[in-house]
């Protein structure tokens, strides 16, 4: 089934929100160690993706191209921007009932933590094109985790962002399916191999990130997908 990945990782949100609203603030240190945990469980699972058999020159070039493409369009930036400015709208929108401004900051806040991320989209993209969920399987458990802090301090908003998480998955799920069709079974399994690679090298990315060693601006690398997905067929055809 084409959209389960995205319904368990609306669930894992909305059964981590409930969990968060009911059990006290977590301290500091667990939330450090469990997050340290999946941290290593994601660059893991990138690993495994980024060595599956692939044009590995394809890969570097879609690697860099996609970078500087991402870094010209500043796409991590403006995504923060984005948030921003959602969250300020929301908020200012509420800002004379302070219960239904609470509701809307944990809302917009774990919506935008959830939706803008590499995970969703490369998650999506590999449920849609070969129906494996694993990634977002991964960022469930994940997101359930961060649910729940965020639950506990921002309220029962929280759980509401499933909705939408719901919707952007779903929807980057089934355009991968609906392209898919139109490849041959060659070109698809070819398709496949590339995103996986480099998805998995942006996965690596993502847990670094999440273990602190080192910022590295995964949203801007994004368009390396693109570029992976494009580029197969094109080399299929030219060699």
């Known amino acids: 089934m084409v959209l389960w990945g995205a319904i368990v990782n609306a669930c894992a949100i909305i059964a981590g929100g409930f969990l968060g609203v009911l059990v006290p603030r977590i301290s500091d240190r667990i939330r ?22 692939a044009n590995i020159l394809l890969t570097i070039f879609s690697l860099v191209a996609g970078g500087v493409i991402g870094e010209l369009l500043r796409i991590e ?9 959602l969250e300020k709208a929301v908020v200012r929108g509420d800002k004379q009932n302070s219960k239904m401004g609470s509701v809307a900051e944990g809302f917009v806040t774990a919506t935008l933590v959830f939706c803008i991320g590499a995970m969703a989209v490369l ?8 129906h494996n969920h694993d990634i977002l399987y ?18 029962i908003g929280v759980v509401f962002s499933a909705l939408p998480i719901l ?28 995103i996986t690679a480099v998805g998995g ?3 690596i990315g993502i847990g670094i990130n999440i273990l602190e060693i080192k910022r590295i601006n995964v949203g801007n ?8 997905a494009v580029g197969m067929p094109l080399y299929h055809a030219l060699f």
């Open 167 to 194: 919707l952007y998955e779903g929807i980057l799920s089934l355009a991968a399916a609906l392209i898919s069709s139109g490849l041959s079974s060659g070109d698809l399994d070819a398709v496949i191999a590339q």
């Open 32 to 53: 450090r160690t469990v997050m340290q945990g999946l941290g290593l469980s994601i660059a893991v699972l990138g690993i495994t993706m980024a060595i599956k058999p």
């Open 123 to 130: 998650g999506s993209l590999d449920s849609g094109l070969r």
């Open 77 to 85: 930036d403006r995504l923060q921007q984005l948030g921003d400015w």
């Open 138 to 155: 991964t960022k469930a458990m994940l997101d359930g985790f961060l649910a729940i802090i965020f639950a506990s301090t921002l309220g």
């Open 201 to 203: 090298v942006l996965i």
């Open 221 to 228: 690398l994004l368009p390396a997908i693109v570029i992976a």
